[in-house]
């Protein structure tokens, strides 16, 4: 019943950064862990990074971290993704998701059972 919605894709140039959001009307959204993941055209969808219900612990993909920062905001019912130095490799449709109360990890995508629709980020070189 959870609804997440993402937002802040777009276009943009290798080395710019952007700012993805996901937001949730829930009022319990500070019960949950969530995570964002990517998916390009052809690819597996694969995890980002990833941040526990208070906010005081995240993971990232070995190959992204120091280059994007997780964040939320509980009161406001909001995750955050600062993209930095972004490279054409980074170019996906970007997921968050709601990790499963059941869930035995931060990294698959079956440990998440609740997803936005995506948003999309194209960097060009």
């Known amino acids: 019943q959870v609804d997440l919605v993402e937002s802040g894709g777009g276009l943009v140039q290798a080395g710019g950064s952007l700012r993805l959001s996901c937001a949730a009307p829930?009022?319990?959204?500070?019960?949950?862990?969530m995570g964002w993941f990517r998916q390009a055209p052809g690819k597996e969808r694969e995890f980002v990074a990833g941040?526990?219900?208070?906010?005081?612990?995240?993971h990232y993909a070995d190959w992204v971290k120091g280059r994007f920062s997780i964040s939320r905001d509980n009161a406001e019912n909001t995750m955050a993704l600062q993209m930095n130095d972004l490279r054409p490799g980074d170019t996906a449709a970007y997921y968050c998701?709601?990790?499963?109360?059941?869930?035995?990890?931060?990294?698959?995508?079956?440990?998440?059972?609740?997803w936005g629709r995506g948003t999309q980020v194209t960097v060009s070189s």
């Open positions: 941040i526990n219900w208070s906010g005081q612990i995240s």
């Open positions: 998701a709601k990790q499963s109360v059941q869930a035995s990890g931060w990294f698959s995508i079956y440990d998440y059972d609740r």
């Open positions: 829930g009022r319990t959204f500070s019960n949950y862990n």
